[in-house]
Structures are given as C-alpha cells and as structure tokens.
C-alpha cells in the first residue's frame, strides 16, 4: 500500500545552517506529495506541495522537488531562522484516494 | 472566518467513559476527516466524511464513531474510552476531494486513564 518515509529526529542547526530533512514514498501511479509543518501547541498547517513528477513546491524560502526516479520529496531550505523550529511532516495523497498518509514527522529545533 | 475549531481542548476520561470530540468549519468544505497522532507515529486516519450524510472509514475506526449530519460540523464519538486512545486528535477538512489543501484545527488532547 501508499507509505511515506521520513526522515528521523530530531535535527538541531544553528541559525542560517542549511536544512534538508529527507522524505521517500511508496505509491502505484502518481500521487500527489505534500509537506506540512506544525509548530507548538497548533495544528498542522500545508507548507507546500507538488501534485506531479519535477514540480517544485516552495513557500516561506522552503523548497521540495517531486522526484519520480527516486521516489523522494526532500525539503530543504538555504538558511534556517529560529522561528522555523517546529515538526515537518511529509504527506502523501494517492491516486483516486481520499486521504492522505503521513510520515512520522521530524521536529527541527534552531537555535541562535 | 474562525476556520476548524475544535472542543474542548484537553480531557480526562476514565476507562469506559463515553465522550464526544467536536469539529465545526465555517468554510463550506465538504471533505472533512479526524486524525490521531501519537508519539513516533505520525498522523493516522480514524474517519472521513465527503459530505453531509457521508462517512467512511480510516486506517484506524475501531473504537470510533462519526456522524455528518451538517456541511459545518463532524463529531468524533469514543463509546467506551480505553487507555489506547490517549492520543491528540485533530481534525480537518478541505475543499475538495483531492486534499490540495487541507486545514487543521488546533487539536483535542485527550488522556484514558
């Protein structure tokens, strides 16, 4: 069946460090992929997506490329903040579904 | 817009005990959906409506009961609360079937004892 693989936790960085947080899928045909964010004490909330194979999705200076040939969708960003401490979930939509299935989550802590 | 709200925000419950978690959206989405996630789990489907008068099924149903009655509001029943269920639960809901966007509300902490 549709999974998704997240990378483990917790990552610390410094401030302005680059961050890639690592995330691989299983699915039949093409799902669509999704990276979601929850910081403390909120729900979660969409950061970007790609809905079909070389799209990029970014928002906020984040970016993750749909990557067919190696089922992957890495997040990365150049130049983490304090305030992007927070969990990072990656989802995953299969075809035709009505649900999404969700990595464990990775929770990114910057400091100053 | 107060987008998906969610009551009440914490809970005890005592093994057995029946309760009702609420979920209420003021964006006219039609899709909406309860999720629990518990510590290196990540985020698991419990059930999910299409609309109103229509629920399904998640991964994860077993001790769970839904109604959709409403477009606005989906709550989420626990009959006889186990230990097992302690968890956060949030719920969701979208536009549209194709989840290109979904919205989640702050979340219910609830604990069995």
């Known amino acids: 069946g549709d999974s998704v693989t997240q990378m483990e936790g917790p990552v610390t960085l410094s401030e302005e460090a680059f961050l890639t947080i690592n995330c691989t899928y299983t699915a039949t045909g093409y799902p669509s992929l999704f990276w979601y964010v929850q910081y403390p004490g909120e729900g979660l909330q969409l950061l970007l997506k790609?809905?079909?194979?070389?799209d990029k999705g970014s928002n906020k200076g984040f970016e993750a490329t749909y990557r067919k040939e190696t089922t992957s969708f890495h997040l990365e960003k150049g130049s983490v903040q304090v305030s992007d401490s927070a969990v990072y979930f990656c989802?995953?939509?299969?075809?035709?579904?009505?649900?999404?299935?969700f990595g464990t989550g990775t929770r990114l802590t910057v400091i100053p | 817009n107060a987008g998906v709200t969610q009551t009440p925000k914490f809970q005890v419950l005592k093994t057995g005990q029946s309760m009702t978690l609420q979920c209420a959206q003021d964006?006219?989405?039609?899709?909406m959906s309860w999720y629990r996630q518990d510590p290196g789990m990540g985020l698991r489907l419990i059930h999910y409506?299409?609309?109103?008068?229509?629920?399904d099924q998640g991964e994860v149903p077993n001790g769970y009961n839904v109604s959709r009655s409403t477009t606005e509001d989906f709550p989420l029943r626990l009959l006889s609360a186990a230990p097992s269920q302690t968890s956060v639960y949030f719920c969701a809901s979208s536009q549209d079937r194709g989840l290109e966007t979904q919205y989640f509300g702050p979340g219910t902490r609830l604990l069995v004892l």
């Open positions: 964006m006219n989405h039609e899709y």
């Open positions: 989802a995953l939509r299969g075809t035709g579904a009505n649900n999404l299935f």
């Open positions: 409506s299409v609309g109103a008068g229509i629920t």
């Open positions: 790609a809905t079909k194979a070389d």
